[in-house]
């Protein structure tokens, strides 16, 4: 059996901010891992970082190599801090994994860019790190997401048949004739928490807000009707696809609670259907939207099968845990990157390894 201490770092496209997670690995004989997370952390933006962050996709190319610049800056002091907190004895840590912040993703054009990515991060830490998971997978012709599939089967497939991650935006994978399947669902977090923002707010708490809006019926047959929901997989969805096919839609609707509880049964409705259609008895959900107990109760009630809510540990931190995990294949130059879920030419180990 072989050990591996990692700092994985995630930052979703809801933009709520870093989440850091110290993970131990333990490789077992039958090709799975066990892990412990030893220690975690949320970092959230500051309102001027999150603004740069919000425009980057419009921004001069100079300005976009800057602010890229400085995220890498930002998550290696975050990291120093995360392990002068916490008491972490630097030289056990093998590396740092991170995902990176994301600007741009489509792949149908071939590209898709994660900034934070540099040699910041090693450097300024002095620890190794693996970084840009995506962006070979896009090469190899595939949709560069979702990666985490791989840690769901590796990592938690004790807790359930199938993984819905409600992040920035919802996804799920599942085992489907031994092959690991897996497809971008629907925008959740992405969209509800711009909407709050409107009002002060980083999000809606528990679903409160939008639970007392009345549902638009025309906006949520058009919601449904769109073309996205009706192509097979792999696809991925990217807040341009948002900005392009939602958010003139959304415009007809004028009241703002209204406008988040059709969103919410929009969402629920979409993976409802998506979680019967692949015959999943059971489902783990993770991502923030799990902390909405509002929207898990509508999807509670499009869905067949048990809805399994873990622990907020495991809610907050799975991304993080799992983008440690990938590093962890990188760094064995093992197969992080399955073509069964991206839809590229082959499966792959990718990632590049920066030393400080």
Request: some cysteine; overall charge negative.
């Amino acid at each position: 059996m072989k050990t591996f201490r990692v700092i994985g770092l995630m930052s979703g496209t809801s933009l709520d901010g870093l989440d850091v997670a110290d993970v131990t690995f333990v490789s077992q004989p039958d090709g799975f891992w066990k892990f412990t997370l030893n220690h975690s952390a949320i970092y959230s933006y500051g309102s001027e970082l999150l603004a740069r962050l919000k425009t980057a996709h419009q921004i001069p190319a100079q300005d976009l190599v800057q602010l890229s610049t400085d995220l890498g800056r930002l998550y290696a002091e975050w990291v120093n801090r995360f392990i002068d907190e916490h008491l972490v004895d630097k030289s056990e840590v093998d590396f740092i994994a991170s995902h990176g912040q994301t600007i741009f993703h489509q792949p149908e054009k071939g590209f898709t860019l994660q900034i934070g990515n540099g040699p910041e991060l090693s450097v300024l830490t002095q620890l190794p790190s693996v970084v840009d998971f995506r962006t070979k997978d896009v090469a190899l012709g595939g949709n560069g997401a979702p990666l985490i599939p791989i840690a769901d089967h590796l990592l938690f497939s004790k807790y359930a048949e199938a993984f819905l991650n409600l992040g920035g935006f919802s996804n799920v994978s599942y085992r489907q004739n031994k092959e690991v399947l897996s497809n971008d669902i629907c925008p959740v977090n992405i969209l509800i928490n711009e909407l709050m923002r409107s009002v002060g707010e980083e999000f809606d708490a528990y679903g409160n807000y939008g639970k007392g809006g009345a549902i638009n019926q025309k906006l949520f047959d058009e919601l449904n009707g769109l073309t996205f929901y009706a192509q097979s997989g792999p696809k991925s969805l990217g807040w341009e696809w948002v900005e392009a096919e939602i958010l003139p839609l959304l415009e007809q609707e004028t009241d703002l609670k209204s406008k988040i509880r059709t969103l919410y049964e929009h969402i629920a409705f979409q993976i409802g259907k998506v979680l019967n259609n692949i015959g999943a008895k059971s489902t783990l959900v993770t991502g923030g939207g799990a902390l909405n107990s509002f929207l898990i109760e509508r999807i509670r009630g499009y869905y067949r099968g048990v809805l399994i809510v873990p622990e907020k540990e495991i809610i907050d931190f799975k991304e993080a845990i799992g983008f440690a995990f990938l590093g962890l294949l990188r760094w064995n130059d093992e197969i992080n990157v399955l073509s069964s879920v991206t839809g590229s030419k082959c499966d792959s180990s990718s990632g590049i390894i920066l030393m400080p």
